[in-house]
């Protein structure tokens, strides 16, 4: 329960001895303290938050949108998610690198010394914060994939977790766990990391969240933009990751969660590297965001090609477990992530690829092709349909299902108020850049 998010809400509504009341009232019952106790600790958060509101300070003040970040799918890997992803790219405004978020890779990349150096990080899913180890195992995988498609070899990894006020420190050695089991598989060292509570004293329950960063070395890239027409699109099996154990834990299919626990991705790429094939091929990526339907959105807004998937073979990518359970559930396996590798190359390049993926133990199938044109479409019974990312990815839980995957009516304003919050972002952060730039001219 967030103290001071509850405190600001009910100080716009009740009187202040109300708020300390209910807040009491919810402190004692999640920390199983007596009022005395409880009352004190509300005091002391209606204080620091009365205290914090006025916001005198221009720095401390931002431009509300009015748009919640449940209402407009961010992190739900739609349309709403995507579009606050471009948003942000131009917060960032520009840069010297090479790759960043405009490019809609995973991966930013940045070129020092004739060298390539990739840096990633993926956060935890957020269903899995019971459940430290496999968040930790997939997290982790999911960051060193995004390496990988860059065309880049990881040479480190780190860690960032966050519990709550009440969590068990278990959780901490448990989620280490789960990261370094995927890198002692790939002789990828945990470098370093930071450790801390969710909000400090203000957060209490027992929540966990944090990310994975990975940094990988290369002298070639492999980036989305660089598909060209008339190349092939394979893509290895997938099991899924975090999405699919989550779909697995939450549906009462826990058996599944055993499929997920591979590193097939990551050894098709050695493989890949192995056989010298990284400087010919096209373009790599991992089939995550929101699924195919949204990844080859993003790929063919950045290559400027038309992606096409053939249905069944594209089906075939998918392991036959994970198939099962998706279609049983009614889960649209091309609207969630299933965590496989992407690869676009010229068909000679291809034949290769899938041999020396093939040579490593792991499944690989043509799926599709690059043509001339725009967008992304599949081929189901001869005939070719628009394929296009829903306003949420499938929907692969109980709740989702209840959330629903429908775009709301009011978007398109939803979307304006985004345009606005984004555009005072950039405009603050000038401000303050030139302000220190005065105060220390030597920053000019």
């Given at each position: 329960?967030?103290?001071?998010?509850?405190?600001?809400?009910?100080?716009?509504?009740?009187?202040?001895?109300?708020?300390?009341?209910?807040?009491?009232?919810?402190?004692?019952?999640?920390?199983?303290?007596?009022?005395?106790?409880?009352?004190?600790?509300?005091?002391?958060?209606?204080?620091?938050?009365?205290?914090?509101?006025?916001?005198?300070?221009?720095?401390?003040?931002?431009?509300?949108?009015?748009?919640?970040?449940?209402?407009?799918?961010?992190?739900?890997?739609?349309?709403?998610?995507?579009?606050?992803?471009?948003?942000?790219?131009?917060?960032?405004?520009?840069?010297?690198?090479?790759?960043?978020?405009?490019?809609?890779?995973?991966?930013?990349?940045?070129?020092?010394?004739?060298?390539?150096?990739?840096?990633?990080?993926?956060?935890?899913?957020?269903?899995?914060?019971?459940?430290?180890?496999?968040?930790?195992?997939?997290?982790?995988?999911?960051?060193?994939?995004?390496?990988?498609?860059?065309?880049?070899?990881?040479?480190?990894?780190?860690?960032?977790?966050?519990?709550?006020?009440?969590?068990?420190?278990?959780?901490?050695?448990?989620?280490?766990?789960?990261?370094?089991?995927?890198?002692?598989?790939?002789?990828?060292?945990?470098?370093?990391?930071?450790?801390?509570?969710?909000?400090?004293?203000?957060?209490?329950?027992?929540?966990?969240?944090g990310g994975v960063g990975c940094v990988g070395v290369s002298e070639h890239i492999t980036p989305r933009k660089n598909a060209k027409e008339g190349d092939l699109i394979l893509l290895t099996e997938g099991a899924g990751g975090g999405t699919i154990v989550t779909t697995a834990i939450f549906y009462g299919m826990h058996e599944l969660i055993d499929e997920t626990l591979n590193i097939?991705?990551?050894?098709?790429?050695?493989?890949?590297?192995?056989?010298?094939?990284?400087?010919?091929?096209?373009?790599?990526?991992?089939?995550?965001?929101?699924?195919?339907?949204?990844?080859?959105?993003?790929?063919?807004?950045?290559?400027?090609?038309?992606?096409?998937?053939?249905?069944?073979?594209?089906?075939?990518?998918?392991?036959?477990?994970?198939?099962?359970?998706?279609?049983?559930?009614?889960?649209?396996?091309?609207?969630?992530?299933?965590?496989?590798?992407?690869?676009?190359?010229?068909?000679?390049?291809?034949?290769?690829?899938?041999?020396?993926?093939?040579?490593?133990?792991?499944?690989?199938?043509?799926?599709?092709?690059?043509?001339?044109?725009?967008?992304?479409?599949?081929?189901?019974?001869?005939?070719?349909?628009?394929?296009?990312?829903?306003?949420?990815?499938?929907?692969?839980?109980?709740?989702?299902?209840?959330?629903?995957?429908?775009?709301?009516?009011?978007?398109?304003?939803?979307?304006?108020?985004?345009?606005?919050?984004?555009?005072?972002?950039?405009?603050?952060?000038?401000?303050?850049?030139?302000?220190?730039?005065?105060?220390?001219?030597?920053?000019?």
């Amino acid at each position: 329960m967030d103290l001071e998010g509850f405190a600001r809400r009910m100080l716009s509504r009740v009187g202040e001895e109300e708020v300390k009341r209910l807040l009491a009232e919810r402190i004692a019952e999640i920390k199983g303290w007596d009022a005395d106790r409880a009352a004190k600790w509300a005091e002391a958060v209606v204080l620091e938050v009365k205290n914090a509101t006025s916001k005198s300070h221009p720095v401390l003040d931002y431009s509300p949108s009015g748009v919640s970040m449940g209402e407009f799918g961010v992190g739900s890997r739609g349309r709403g998610d995507f579009y606050v992803h471009r948003k942000i790219a131009e917060v960032i405004g520009e840069s010297d690198a090479v790759l960043s978020t405009k490019d809609l890779d995973d991966a930013g990349v940045v070129k020092y010394n004739g060298l390539y150096i990739s840096v990633a990080i993926d956060g935890i899913h957020s269903r899995l914060s019971e459940y430290p180890f496999v968040a930790g195992f997939h997290v982790t995988r999911a960051a060193m994939r995004d390496v990988y498609v860059m065309g880049a070899k990881p040479v480190a990894v780190f860690s960032d977790i966050h519990v709550a006020d009440d969590g068990d420190v278990s959780k901490i050695f448990d989620h280490i766990a789960g990261i370094t089991a995927v890198c002692d598989l790939t002789g990828v060292p945990l470098v370093s990391g930071s450790t801390l509570r969710i909000g400090g004293d203000m957060v209490i329950g027992e929540r966990m969240t944090g990310g994975v960063g990975c940094v990988g070395v290369s002298e070639h890239i492999t980036p989305r933009k660089n598909a060209k027409e008339g190349d092939l699109i394979l893509l290895t099996e997938g099991a899924g990751g975090g999405t699919i154990v989550t779909t697995a834990i939450f549906y009462g299919m826990h058996e599944l969660i055993d499929e997920t626990l591979n590193i097939d991705f990551l050894l098709s790429c050695e493989a890949i590297f192995s056989a010298g094939l990284v400087e010919k091929i096209h373009s790599m990526s991992d089939v995550t965001n929101g699924g195919i339907r949204g990844d080859a959105e993003e790929i063919s807004a950045v290559s400027g090609k038309a992606i096409v998937f053939d249905y069944e073979e594209t089906r075939k990518a998918v392991n036959p477990k994970i198939l099962r359970m998706l279609e049983e559930l009614e889960i649209d396996f091309m609207g969630v992530s299933i965590d496989s590798l992407m690869v676009i190359a010229p068909p000679e390049i291809a034949e290769e690829v899938k041999r020396a993926i093939r040579g490593a133990g792991v499944k690989v199938v043509e799926a599709g092709w690059v043509e001339e044109g725009k967008g992304a479409y599949f081929v189901k019974n001869g005939k070719k349909e628009l394929l296009k990312p829903r306003f949420r990815e499938s929907a692969y839980t109980p709740l989702k299902k209840v959330v629903g995957e429908r775009t709301p009516p009011d978007f398109e304003e939803m979307r304006r108020k985004v345009d606005q919050a984004a555009k005072a972002a950039i405009e603050k952060k000038k401000k303050v850049v030139e302000r220190i730039k005065k105060r220390n001219p030597t920053q000019e």
